[in-house]
């Protein structure tokens, strides 16, 4: 089973809203979240990650927020444009696994003009 | 510029036979991955690499192969025991133990279809 779920399957906003993608996982030994972005036909890319010793971490219109206590974090994208449009994945690991990452299902965001 | 090269962009199958997908890095990575990504399922570890000549199962790793002769190369082969290959290949690699520092690089993928 998926140690890390993700919410919702897909999403649709207008230009200039605000996109939030929610995960939620089980495993309190994860100390690393990261958040990748995925367009058609290439390989993820790393758009922000968080530990859990801070709540929040802002980079330019990507925000992530940590709830430690919930064991649950989510990425905002504020403004949201089309060129923001592509599937994002949330992922967590442990220090000293060697990098193995658990991934969310992803979610596929459709920024409309 | 430094990064991942995976070949061949797509790959088809015939029942019964093996391939194998190539995973090449120039960016002096210890550590390297395959995932496999299928719709709906987001991405699931198959092997993963430490360093050389040393490799481990992730998740998925039956009907799968790999080696790690050198430290830039971990070819990925899918061979006949792999009941249901179709899907888009992802080759990753990071420093290593520190993946904090920079997370994941990707590769552009591979998809294969079997026909």
């Known amino acids: 089973q998926q140690q890390v779920k993700q919410s919702p399957q897909s999403l649709i906003v207008q230009k200039g809203g605000i996109s939030i993608i929610n995960c939620a996982y089980e495993n309190t030994a994860f100390d690393y979240f990261p958040w990748y972005q995925q367009f058609p036909g290439k390989g993820p890319a790393l758009l922000i990650a968080i530990r859990p010793d801070v709540s929040e971490k802002k980079e330019g219109r990507f925000t992530i927020s940590f709830n430690k206590s919930a064991k649950q974090f989510s990425l905002h994208i504020m403004d949201s444009q089309p060129g923001d449009s592509a599937t994002y994945f949330c992922a967590a690991s442990i220090e000293g696994s060697w990098g193995k990452l658990q991934f969310g299902a992803g979610t596929q965001v459709v920024v409309t003009p | 510029d430094g990064g991942i090269t995976q070949s061949p962009k797509y790959l088809f199958r015939k029942e019964g036979q093996n391939v194998t997908l190539s995973c090449e890095q120039n960016?002096?990575?210890?550590?390297m991955y395959w995932y496999r990504q299928d719709p709906g399922q987001g991405l699931r570890l198959i092997y993963y690499s430490q360093i050389v000549n040393d490799f481990q199962k992730g998740d998925i790793a039956e009907g799968y192969s790999v080696s790690r002769e050198k430290k830039e190369s971990f070819p990925l082969t899918v061979t006949s025991a792999q009941k249901n290959p179709t899907a888009f290949y992802l080759c990753?690699?990071?420093?290593?133990?520190?993946?904090?520092?920079?997370?994941?690089?990707f590769g552009s993928g591979t998809r294969l279809t079997v026909v």
């Open positions: 960016l002096n990575h210890d550590a």
């Open positions: 990753a690699s990071t420093p290593g133990q520190g993946v904090q520092r920079g997370g994941y690089t």
